[in-house]
């Protein structure tokens, strides 16, 4: 057993240092930062009712079960003047949590944009990650049966359960939805296997979406997807399924190779950024990466990274390929079937960067042409826009949510 949680721990450690930084706690104290973002030396130390809250605005947290157990946590935020707004449903990434809809502070951060804006806004967490890191029978740090999922079960289950619960405290008939990146995935997976939750969504708002993933640019990613698959059986073995857990020390090590005073330029965090996500540096403020790193990685399951390997080297939507003959077993077919997308017929905007590493635009329009109920896809003005900007760029609310809240706006006024 000691040996066991060895490799875990080594394992852990050293995939962190080059997958953490997928998606990106400051050292400085409170200040304006050059992008305007107004941020706090504890906002990385913070969880996310305790960092609502620091910034004045109502915060709740509440529980949820999914039908196959498993229990997550999500989150309520409104203004002090909340009156009966139009609920709103964000969804993070792979790796991410609740809390990337906060980090940047109020002013810039979506989540409190909205609620300024007057909209009942929840923040779901997926299974695995540090909020939603609990079932009804399963001890996730006993049995790795926990971690045997990818994002076809957050689609499956966690997405449908969010929506309904949210639903049913808020006794509204349908919301708004914005995901980014898996937050994208989880949602067309869910309305093309369970179709009836179409009709509970006014507007899909897609930021990076991912569904093809054929033409992935990372070189640091291409050259991990081809290894992905023997890390998973080389985990299995060890009985280790949880990839990247929440960890202090993480944070710890952002602050040493990080330095948040740094240039762009000289600083090896952003660096290693760009080449996962694209290069964007007249948009990444260097002390906005300590406190990414205060809540980032927050967890998952190696399989969600694997299944994501399986859509490179496929160039296919499709579920996970569990090996020919339990595909055989499970699906009928040697090969796992393609999520028929079709059946998403809710209202779909897309957004997606023009330097996107991850959600590319060749990938993002093929996906465009299989979406029968699109009403626009929209690339961001900005040439160099990359997967993580979507969270932290510097000019994030004019060149994104802001256009995000009219489109939305818009689609609440013809509804």
């Known amino acids: 057993m000691k040996q066991q949680q060895t490799f875990s721990n080594a394992g852990i450690c050293l995939l962190s240092l080059l997958v953490l930084l997928v998606v990106a706690a400051s050292t400085a104290h409170a200040r304006s930062t050059k992008s305007g973002f107004q941020v706090d030396s504890e906002d990385g130390r913070l969880s996310v009712p305790e960092l609502v809250s620091k910034y004045g605005y109502h915060v709740e947290e509440h529980s949820l079960s999914t039908d196959d157990g498993y229990r997550l946590t999500i989150h309520r935020v409104q203004a002090a003047s909340y009156t009966n707004g139009t609920v709103v449903l964000l969804m993070h990434g792979l790796l991410c949590s609740s809390a990337d809809w906060l980090m ?18 929840w923040l779901g967490n997926a299974r695995g990650n540090r909020y939603s890191r609990d079932h009804a029978s399963i001890n996730p740090d006993d049995d790795n049966s926990f971690w045997k999922f990818s994002w076809h079960e957050i689609g499956r289950y966690d997405i449908p ?16 939805y914005v995901g980014h990146s898996q937050g994208t995935t989880g949602f067309f997976v869910m309305a093309s296997t369970r179709p009836e939750y179409n009709d509970k969504i006014i507007q899909m708002n897609a930021l990076a979406p991912v569904a093809f993933m054929g033409h992935m640019k990372s070189p640091l990613l291409r050259f991990m997807t081809k290894f992905l698959k023997t890390l998973d059986i080389l985990l299995a073995v060890f009985g280790v399924g949880e990839f990247m857990p929440n960890k202090p020390i993480l944070h710890e090590i952002a602050q040493l190779i990080c330095p948040p005073n740094s240039t762009v330029h000289i600083n090896m965090c952003a660096h290693l950024l760009f080449l996962l996500a694209g290069y964007n540096p007249s948009q990444l403020d260097p002390v906005m990466l300590p406190i990414l790193f205060g809540h980032t990685p927050a967890g998952s399951a190696t399989r969600q990274l694997v299944h994501y390997a399986q ?6 939507f499709e579920m996970y390929d569990y090996g020919k003959l339990k595909n055989v077993l499970i699906y009928g077919s040697a090969t796992p079937p393609e999520y028929d997308l079709s059946r998403v017929t809710a209202p779909v905007v897309m957004y997606y960067g023009l330097n996107d590493f991850l959600a590319t635009p060749e990938d993002v329009n093929r996906l465009a ?25 510097s000019d994030v609310r004019h060149l994104l949510y802001e256009p995000v809240m009219e489109g939305m706006a818009s689609a609440e006024v013809a509804d």
């Open 104 to 121: 940047i502070g109020p002013g810039n951060a979506l989540a409190y944009l909205l609620a300024n804006e007057g909209y009942d806004v």
């Open 161 to 176: 359960a969010t929506i309904d619960y949210i639903l049913e405290q808020t006794g509204h008939r349908r919301l708004q």
């Open 311 to 316: 859509e490179v080297l496929s160039n296919r």
């Open 369 to 393: 042409r299989k979406l029968p109920n699109l009403k626009r896809s929209v690339a961001v003005n900005d040439v160099l826009f990359n997967h993580l900007d979507f969270l932290i760029a």
